[in-house]
């Protein structure tokens, strides 16, 4: 069991808690494809649990390294960047009148843009260290609200159609010059 606390093991404690992440972000999308709804927003946010936890234990037993900081941003890409976006079309405009073109192109620029985020935060990312600040929201954000957006089309008063003003919102903060504080 040495190699839970092995910084070098790609199976440590840190990426274990990421690649759960991981797992959580495809049993989402597995509740997605059958329109259940309340699992894969359940193990959506099991997914955040697992995100905010294996940085936790990355810093306390010193474990960051640069394939955790890459593995840490593919869950982040399956997990805050395409469940979101699968739930919103799955629960809002599967089946609606709203333009299939339409939907395709704001999805679709959500995706780039929650991808270049990561990438760009990988590139600045340095073993170990914790900035003190984000630059622009950071994805988990970003799906939370999404996931917010959701509800609030739940009360009935928005039209489908209306639900992909909040998705180009959030696509452009991803890479704002917004500067948000780190926990």
């Known amino acids: 069991m040495d190699f839970l606390f092995n910084k070098n093991h790609h199976f440590n404690l840190a990426n274990l808690a990421t690649f759960m992440n991981i797992g959580a972000g495809v049993l989402a999308i597995y509740f997605l494809t059958h329109q259940e709804f309340f699992?894969?927003?359940?193990?959506?946010?099991?997914?955040?649990?697992?995100?905010?936890?294996?940085?936790?234990?990355?810093r306390k037993y010193n474990l960051s390294t640069e394939f955790g900081i890459q593995l840490d941003s593919y869950a982040d890409f399956l997990s805050f960047v395409i469940v979101p976006v699968m739930?919103?079309?799955?629960?809002?405009f599967e089946g609606s009148d709203t333009n299939l073109?339409?939907?395709?192109?704001?999805?679709?620029h959500y995706v780039i843009s929650g991808l270049r985020r990561l990438i760009q935060f990988n590139i600045n990312a340095e073993e170990g260290?914790?900035?003190?600040?984000?630059t622009g929201i950071p994805?988990?954000?970003?799906?939370?609200?999404?996931?917010?957006?959701?509800?609030?089309?739940?009360?009935?008063?928005?039209?489908?159609?209306?639900?992909?003003?909040?998705?180009?919102?959030?696509?452009?903060?991803?890479?704002?010059?917004?500067?948000?504080?780190h926990p």
């Open 129 to 134: 260290e914790v900035a003190k600040y984000f």
């Open 87 to 92: 739930f919103i079309y799955f629960a809002i």
């Open 139 to 181: 994805t988990p954000l970003g799906a939370i609200l999404l996931f917010s957006s959701y509800l609030v089309w739940l009360s009935g008063y928005i039209p489908a159609d209306f639900m992909l003003l909040p998705i180009i919102v959030i696509a452009y903060l991803l890479n704002s010059k917004i500067k948000i504080p």
């Open 39 to 58: 699992g894969a927003a359940l193990f959506a946010w099991i997914a955040g649990a697992f995100d905010i936890i294996d940085g936790k234990i990355a």
């Open 101 to 108: 073109g339409l939907i395709a192109i704001v999805f679709i």
